[in-house]
C-alpha cells in the first residue's frame, strides 16, 4: 500500500532471505527478465532465492534455467517484478496465492499498489531497468548472465529500442549490459527475428481476420481457439502479434482480441499518440501504459467487439481524432 524509495527497497531486499519472485501471467520479456535478474543478483549475495513464472516464451525459458523454484527452500518473502495487478499473477503460481506480497518491483504507471511496499519508476521503460537500478543500489556486480536478463527486459518492452519509451538512459542501460559482454546481435536475432511454423500459421490466420473501424483509425485482430487448434501455436508466443494491427497507416488504435477459452478474451490495446491505451484498457477493469494496455471480457465475441469498439470510439473522441 505504500510507495518506496530505491533506496528503502534496496535496504528492504537486503534484509531479506528465502525469497520467491514472481511475475504477472504469460511472462513476457520483461516479466522473465525483470525476475531472473533480480534472482540472480540475491543469489550472488548469497540469499536463497528462486523465481515462478507460468507459461514462459520458448525463447526466454533458458534465462530461468537453475532459478526456477523447486521446494528446495520454504519462501518467506514474495517479491514481483513487472506485475501491475495481483490479480494478473500467474494463475498457475506453485505456491500459495493467498500469501502477501511484500514488495512490488514495477515500471506501470497503473500499479494498483497491492503489495505492502512498491518501487515503482514509471520512467522506466522496462522493469528490467528498475531491477537493474536496484541491483545497483544494493552493491551487486553485473555479471554476463544478469546483463542479458535485463537486455532482454528492456529490448522486450521497447520493441527492440523502436518505441517512443526508449530514452537516452534506456539506450545507456543497453550499452552498459553490452559492456558486459552480451552478444545484443545474436540476441536479437533469437527474440526478433525468429518465429516457429506455428506461430507463422497463426499469423497468417489472425493477419486474414484483420478488419479496421472509424475511418481506419481503429484496426481489430480476433485471434480464436479455433485459430490455435488450426496452427498449433501456443499462446506465449502471440505476443509479437498484438503490434501488428497498429502499424497499419492511419490507425491510432490497434486491439488484438484472444479467445483465451471458450467466452472468455484478453485483449491487448496498442495505440498511437494521441490515442491512450491505457484508457481504454481501465474502462474495462485493464492497464497497463499509454501506449500499450490490456484487459480482459467475459462473454461471447460479438460483446467483446462491442465493448472494446465503444471505449475506442469515445477515446477516439477524447483524443480528437474523431
Ligand atoms: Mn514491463
Known amino acids: 500500500m505504500m510507495r518506496i524509495t530505491k533506496e528503502e527497497a534496496a535496504s528492504m531486499l537486503l534484509s531479506m532471505d528465502n525469497i520467491l ?38 525463447n526466454d525459458i533458458y534465462l530461468t534455467e537453475g532459478l526456477m523454484f523447486d521446494n528446495s527452500f520454504t519462501p ?35 500499479n494498483t499498489m497491492y503489495a505492502a511496499k512498491t518501487y515503482l519508476d514509471s520512467d522506466s521503460a522496462a522493469a528490467g531497468e528498475v531491477v537493474y537500478d536496484l541491483l545497483l543500489e544494493m552493491g551487486v556486480a553485473i555479471t554476463k548472465e544478469i546483463a542479458e536478463c535485463i537486455y532482454i527486459a528492456i529490448s522486450t518492452d521497447t520493441g527492440c529500442f523502436r518505441y517512443g519509451n526508449t530514452k537516452a538512459r534506456t539506450l545507456r542501460t543497453a550499452a552498459a549490459m553490452l559492456d558486459c559482454g552480451i552478444d545484443a546481435g545474436e540476441i ?35 485471434l480464436t481457439l479455433d485459430m490455435f487448434k488450426e496452427s498449433g501455436a501456443l499462446e506465449c508466443e502471440t505476443q509479437a502479434l ?11 488504435v490497434g486491439i488484438t482480441m484472444k479467445e483465451k477459452e471458450e467466452g472468455f478474451f484478453r485483449i ?9 491505451a491505457a484508457e481504454i484498457a481501465s474502462h474495462l477493469s485493464g492497464g497497463g501504459h499509454p501506449m500499450a494496455a490490456g484487459c480482459a471480457f467475459a462473454g461471447n465475441k460479438e460483446d467483446a467487439l462491442k465493448a472494446v469498439l465503444e471505449h475506442t470510439e469515445n477515446q477516439l473522441r477524447i483524443a480528437g481524432l474523431l
Request: charged content about 25%; proline content about 3%; glycine content about 8%.
Open 21 to 58: 519472485i514472481f511475475a504477472h501471467e504469460n511472462p513476457d520479456g520483461d516479466a522473465v527478465g525483470s525476475a531472473c535478474a533480480l534472482c540472480h543478483g540475491l543469489l550472488s549475495l548469497g540469499k536463497k532465492a528462486a523465481v515462478w513464472l507460468d507459461g514462459i516464451p520458448k
Open 268 to 276: 491487448s490495446v496498442r495505440t498511437n499518440a494521441p490515442a491512450n
Open 188 to 222: 536479437n536475432r533469437i527474440q526478433f527475428e525468429t518465429k516457429t511454423k506455428e506461430y507463422v500459421a497463426l499469423e497468417k490466420l489472425a493477419m486474414n481476420s484483420l478488419e479496421t473501424y472509424f475511418d481506419g483509425k481503429c484496426a481489430v485482430m480476433m
Open 76 to 110: 518467506e518473502h514474495i517479491v514481483t517484478t513487472d506485475t501491475a495487478d495481483e490479480r494478473i499473477l500467474g494463475a498457475g503460481c506453485g505456491y500459495d496465492k493467498n500469501v502477501k506480497v511484500e514488495l512490488a518491483i514495477d515500471h506501470h504507471f497503473s
Open 242 to 252: 498484438s503490434s501488428l494491427p497498429r502499424q497499419i497507416e492511419g490507425v491510432f
